[in-house]
């Protein structure tokens, strides 16, 4: 039963003037019915009023008359832009951004890796999005839905999103409800193979009420109802006009090539190298962006990349710099053209396991689900490979401060975190327990019935994984199973090609490891990689173009069934107990063996930049906000 809203305001007072913690205000708002999101939400804008409209100091909402506001849901709120005020479109020049991870596409519902969402999200937007503190913001929304503004029924099952008016498609067609049912449309079309497409399949329908308005319909009560539709990687529009209004049409084109209402139009896409922007004439802020055009150049390696924005000032922004400590250090040191930060994130670097055979072919393809690993579906070797694993030194070694050891796949997420898992690094102890199951040494390798603990271990390239791949095989290889390394570029290992073997999907390997982020304040969504479905649809495989997202091709009832009851989990409390269940299967299967929490992300700014105006965080991609990007001030536009 949803309580008054008098009652729901005593809470948020309560939680305001410090009478109350965050956590219990969670707790307590959760029994009033309003869902998981809105309670974040609600949670996050009054730490914000506390603060007089700042976080950590730094306003983050302004009203209309430039006041500092608690949050922005009322939609006469914006983001605060610092700078911007004054500035002229394109007058900052040329915006110079490097991927080592360099792009293989711009189209998100296609998509497999951080580097390509990264690409499209300067020009794809969704109707609402993450700030960095999880609350959530309008972007083609007019306003963020909330049973408070009557816009989200209190049962959960319906939502109804007010658009912005006078947006525009980059090729200057208006942008109305029907491209966002048309985005639906297209996503759960499973001719499509969507990536999105789990994400979506709770939406039972989405209608046009008018040009600028959308409703849409859950198939059951859905605590998480704005994941459909928030943040870059699963939320982006698209134009129904550039697909001719069909469902049915691929628009290879428009993977390197999106029509958006982003601030950028990609003027030229060379995949696994650069991609070139232009800034959107047609955006809807006439000042933005501030500049003319930017360019993402992908290639090297993650120090090189540290090295050009710090030293040399070839870029200004350097994404994800996964560098041992002392030589991000040393780089920041030396370096006076740009400095290097780190972002607390939940991001975890782990191992994933193949629960499939990845050398027997079977109907024309490897890795096939329903033919089993010949070892690694053994509950031993995977509890003595987890066993195996120094995460201490990778930890301290390779990633340092703010960066964790890790036993749990949901950390950073107080609320989420489980309070039952734990890890140890003991060889010893590890060789025992294959001993145990009757893995025997046959000279430096273990076997059991003729089958001997030999594995391919697979990752990008990248020095911190280099070095973490060579701590693990020697212990691995201490205990006596085989390891055969394998580096492949980051452009190919996370490239979503169906023809493309050596990628992440494919998983033809016997582990592999690399990260990828929750992407939700709550994250339901995340648990779709180990979810397998009645019929293994969400299994990556041939038949549905390697679009599946449980790559690891392990299937568990259990798990199965819990993440059905969390899809549609209408309070707090339960949903976070079932995310913490859902880890702890997770964990106690050794399904993956996490290793590090990892930040939100590691970069390298231009001292150039107006870094206020950056908004780093970990429940979106890195360029969400780059319409708001400027430099600092006192610093010259480019000629």
């Not at 999106?258 to 809807?284: C, L, W």
């Not at 922004?317 to 053209?337: C, K, M, R, S, T």
């Not at 993440?563 to 309070?571: G, H, K, R, Y």
Request: proline fraction near 5%; glycine fraction near 8%; charge should be negative.
């Amino acid at each position: 039963m949803v309580q008054s809203s008098s009652s729901l305001g005593r809470l948020y007072e309560s939680l305001k003037d410090g009478s109350i913690s965050r956590r219990d205000f969670l707790q307590r708002a959760s029994a009033t019915g309003i869902g998981a999101g809105a309670a974040l939400f609600l949670a996050n804008s009054a730490v914000i009023a506390a603060n007089g409209g700042s976080r950590n100091g730094l306003a983050v909402y302004q009203g209309a008359d430039g006041t500092p506001a608690a949050s922005p849901t009322d939609g006469e709120y914006k983001l605060l832009d610092s700078g911007t005020e004054n500035q002229t479109r394109g007058e900052g020049g040329v915006l110079r951004l490097i991927q080592w991870q360099a792009p293989t596409m711009a189209a998100p519902h296609s998509a497999v890796g951080t580097k390509d969402y990264l690409a499209a999200s300067l020009v794809i937007e969704p109707l609402l999005t993450y700030m960095p503190d999880g609350s959530i913001i309008p972007v083609l929304a007019s306003v963020v839905p909330s049973v408070e503004n009557g816009l989200l029924s209190e049962n959960l099952t319906e939502v109804t999103f007010p658009l912005k008016e006078g947006v525009v498609w980059s090729d200057g067609e208006p942008f109305t409800a029907q491209d966002v049912v048309f985005t639906w449309q297209w996503i759960v079309n499973p001719a499509n193979a969507s990536v999105s497409a789990e994400v979506w399949q709770n939406v039972a329908e989405i209608v046009a009420v008018d040009d600028l308005t959308v409703k849409a319909t859950y198939m059951q009560p859905v605590a998480a109802w704005f994941e459909p539709f928030t943040g870059d990687i699963y939320g982006g529009i698209y134009p129904a006009h550039v697909f001719n209004n069909d469902v049915n049409n691929k628009n290879e084109s428009f993977l390197t090539n999106p029509i958006g209402t982003g601030p950028f139009v990609i003027e030229s896409f060379a995949p696994n190298d650069q991609v070139t922007y232009v800034a959107n004439e047609n955006y809807r802020e006439p000042n933005k962006p501030f500049f003319s055009s930017a360019v993402i150049k992908g290639g090297g390696d993650a120090a090189a990349a540290a090295r050009s924005v710090c030293q040399t000032g070839e870029y200004h922004y350097a994404w994800n710099l996964q560098v041992e400590p002392n030589v991000l250090q040393q780089i920041d040191e030396e370096g006076e053209q740009g400095n290097i930060r780190v972002e607390v994130g939940t991001a975890v670097e782990r191992i994933h396991i193949n629960f499939s055979d990845p050398w027997t072919e079977v109907d024309g393809q490897r890795s096939h689900f329903g033919t089993p690993h010949p070892f690694l579906t053994d509950d031993a070797v995977r509890q003595a490979m987890n066993v195996a694993c120094d995460r201490e030194t990778i930890a301290t070694e390779f990633y340092g401060e703010g960066q964790p050891p890790t036993a749990n796949i949901l950390t950073g997420l107080e609320l989420f975190e489980s309070p039952n898992t734990s890890w140890e690094f003991n060889l010893e102890k590890a060789a025992q327990i294959l001993e145990d199951a009757g893995w025997v040494m046959d000279g430096d390798v273990r076997a059991k019935d003729g089958v001997e603990l030999s594995v391919v271990y697979a990752t990008s390239v990248n020095a911190v994984r280099q070095k973490t791949q060579a701590v693990i095989k020697q212990a691995f290889e201490q205990i006596g199973i085989k390891v055969q390394l394998e580096q492949i570029d980051a452009g190919i290992f996370f490239d979503s090609g169906a023809g493309n073997e050596q990628n992440i999907s494919h998983f033809y390997w016997d582990i592999d490891m690399y990260t990828n982020n929750p992407g939700s304040p709550v994250p339901v969504s995340f648990m779709l990689s180990w979810y397998a479905g009645e019929t293994g649809d969400n299994v990556a495989q041939e038949s549905n173009s390697w679009q599946g997202q449980n790559y690891q091709r392990w299937a568990n009832e259990e798990f199965d069934q819990l993440f059905e009851e969390l899809q549609v989990a209408t309070d707090l409390d339960t949903a976070a107990q079932m995310l913490i269940d859902l880890n702890d299967i997770l964990i106690n299967n050794v399904v993956i063996i996490p290793l590090v929490n990892r930040a939100a992300d590691v970069f390298a700014y231009s001292t150039l930049l107006n870094l206020e105006n950056l908004q780093i965080g970990p429940f979106n991609e890195n360029y969400w906000n780059i319409a708001n990007w400027n430099f600092a001030e006192g610093v010259e536009p480019q000629s």
